[in-house]
Every structure is written in C-alpha cells, then in structure tokens.
C-alpha cells in the first residue's frame, strides 16, 4: 500500500516556475514506478510524465517536453515535477500516481493516487 500526497501548486504567471512535490508513505516506494498527470475542468485525466524505480528511464508528454523535469529521491520518498516556462494552457490539477510496473502513458497504469494540488497560470 502507498499513499501519495502533492504539494507545491499555486498561481504563477505565464512564464513562471512551479516545483510540485510528492511526499509518499510505505515500506515499498523505491519498488514503484511514479508518474504526474493533470485534469482541467471539463477534461480528461491527462499524463504529464513519468519515472522508473531507478531514475535512469522518463517519460514526457509531447506538450511538456523541453519544460517539465520529473525527478525522485529514493532517500526522501518522494517525487518532484519542476514546470518552467509555464502557460496558461498547463492550468489544471495535477496528481501523482504510483505502480508496480514498466512507466505508463495511460491511467490504468497506476495503482495509487493522491489528492492533487492546484496549479493555475495566469496571462
């Protein structure tokens, strides 16, 4: 079992940089795979990026790459999303996920959630 909590959203003008945290309980968490996703309003869940256990191997979606760094702390339990060179269009909450298999591009892929934490950018 591992439970996930983010932290770190905001409102941040467009241009601006947020580093999202995910703070994660259990005995097992250098074992899971970890990714970010965000949902806007109206919007289907969306993925952001993911990690392996190891750090060594990432995912990127299309409209974030070049900007978003994921990183983990093994040491720490926990996961990080740097965003630079926010826009608005980014808007949305923005959730961590946790699974035991490969990193997936797709929901279904994780086991575990959290809450979420806001990020609002502003024109």
């Known amino acids: 079992q591992v439970q996930l909590v983010e932290s770190g959203g905001g409102l941040v003008q467009a241009g601006g940089s947020l580093r999202l945290s995910c703070a994660a309980s259990g005995r097992s968490f250098s074992r899971y795979t970890m990714g970010w996703f965000r949902q806007a309003p109206g919007k289907e869940r969306e993925f952001v990026a993911a990690i392996s256990w190891s750090g060594t191997s990432t995912l990127y979606a299309d409209s974030v790459k070049g900007r978003f760094t994921i990183s983990r702390d093994n040491a720490k339990n926990t996961v990080y999303l740097q965003m630079n060179s926010l826009k608005p269009e980014d808007t949305a909450v923005y959730y961590c996920?946790?699974?035991?298999?490969?990193?997936?591009?797709?929901?279904?892929?994780?086991?575990?959630w959290g809450q979420g934490t806001q990020v609002t950018v502003s024109s």
């Open positions: 996920a946790a699974g035991l298999q490969y990193i997936a591009r797709v929901p279904g892929g994780y086991d575990y």
